[in-house]
């Protein structure tokens, strides 16, 4: 059983800094990549970064380029999601993700979430 535990989330003022980690667990198989969901009240789950597992590449939504970034540690199964410069319109609930292939099938996992909430 894929457990996904997210932690470092919380109520912090504009421009503040928070740091997110996401633990993966429970599998014997490995990640194509992980990265970070986020949904705030009344709007649909937005991807937020995303990381490949092997190589590394990254990919943001163009709102938090250049404010986040997200990490891996491989061995660990753990990503990370730097956030900078923290603005009210980052408050949701963010969603680590991790996905891979089944017979070509792609198959995704998701953490329980963990609140952000940015004050003005």
């Known amino acids: 059983q894929v457990q996904l535990v997210e932690s470092g989330g919380g109520l912090v003022q504009t421009g503040a800094s928070l740091r997110l980690s996401c633990a993966a667990s429970g599998s014997s198989f490995s990640f194509i990549g992980m990265g970070w969901y986020r949904q705030a009240p009344g709007k649909q789950r937005e991807l937020v970064a995303r990381i490949a597992t092997s190589g590394g590449s990254t990919m943001y939504a163009t709102s938090v380029k250049g404010r986040f970034t997200i990490s891996r540690d491989s061995a660990r199964k753990t990503v990370y999601l730097q956030m900078n410069s923290l603005k009210p319109e980052d408050t949701a609930l963010y969603y680590c993700?991790?996905?891979?292939?089944?017979?070509?099938?792609?198959?995704?996992?998701w953490g329980q979430g963990t609140q952000v909430t940015v004050s003005s």
């Open positions: 993700n991790a996905y891979r292939l089944q017979a070509g099938v792609p198959l995704n996992y």
